[in-house]
């Protein structure tokens, strides 16, 4: 073999095997990428209207658009029970801790909210999540099953000793 075939067949080799590995990386690539890919919401899943916090200050004194959100089924004990089994469920106790009074993740039950306390503000927390760990659920549960984990925290009594004091 002269001189020039053994090159041709050297680079088409390597060609072979440049081409075998950018495949590989597409492949690998592909599959990490489906990670962090956003499913399309559960059927018939509608978001939830944005929502007045009392707590905000309202440039002008003019609050802007919103709705208020009123749990469906609050004071329901069957709908608090199944929201217990919810929260068990999904985990929530893993970082909430049992009973919702607060481990990894804080209190749910003394009365200290960051983000708004309302039962709208609860839901909006668990379909939406929050910064620093809060997972966002709309995309797995219903808005039936979000507003029985919110009847179920409801129906928690607050604790005689807060662990907390102060979370600022």
């Known amino acids: 073999m002269d001189l020039r075939s053994e090159l041709t067949a050297r680079a088409g080799h390597a060609g072979a095997e440049a081409a075998a590995l950018l495949a590989t990386?597409?492949?690998?690539?592909?599959?990490a990428c489906r990670g962090g890919e956003t499913r399309a919401p559960?059927?018939?899943?509608?978001?939830?209207?944005?929502?007045?916090?009392?707590?905000?200050?309202?440039?002008?004194g003019v609050a802007p658009p919103a709705a208020t959100m009123r749990n469906p089924v609050s004071g329901d004990?069957?709908?608090?029970?199944?929201?217990?089994?919810?929260?068990?469920?999904?985990?929530?106790?893993?970082?909430h801790g049992g009973g919702a009074t607060g481990s990894v993740g804080p209190?749910?039950?003394?009365?200290?909210?960051?983000?708004g306390g309302a039962d709208g503000a609860l839901f909006h927390?668990?379909?939406?999540?929050?910064?620093?760990?809060?997972?966002?659920?709309?995309?797995i549960l219903t808005s039936d099953?979000?507003?029985?984990?919110?009847?179920?925290?409801?129906s928690q009594p607050i604790p005689k000793d807060v662990p907390t004091e102060s979370w600022q």
């Open 145 to 154: 099953a979000i507003w029985k984990i919110v009847a179920y925290v409801r």
């Open 42 to 60: 559960m059927p018939g899943a509608a978001a939830p209207p944005s929502i007045r916090y009392d707590a905000h200050v309202f440039a002008g």
């Open 77 to 95: 004990r069957p709908s608090a029970a199944a929201g217990e089994a919810l929260f068990t469920t999904m985990n929530c106790d893993g970082c």
């Open 25 to 31: 990386l597409a492949l690998a690539a592909t599959v």
């Open 107 to 115: 209190s749910l039950v003394d009365g200290r909210w960051r983000y």
């Open 125 to 139: 927390s668990i379909y939406y999540g929050r910064p620093r760990g809060m997972p966002a659920y709309g995309g």
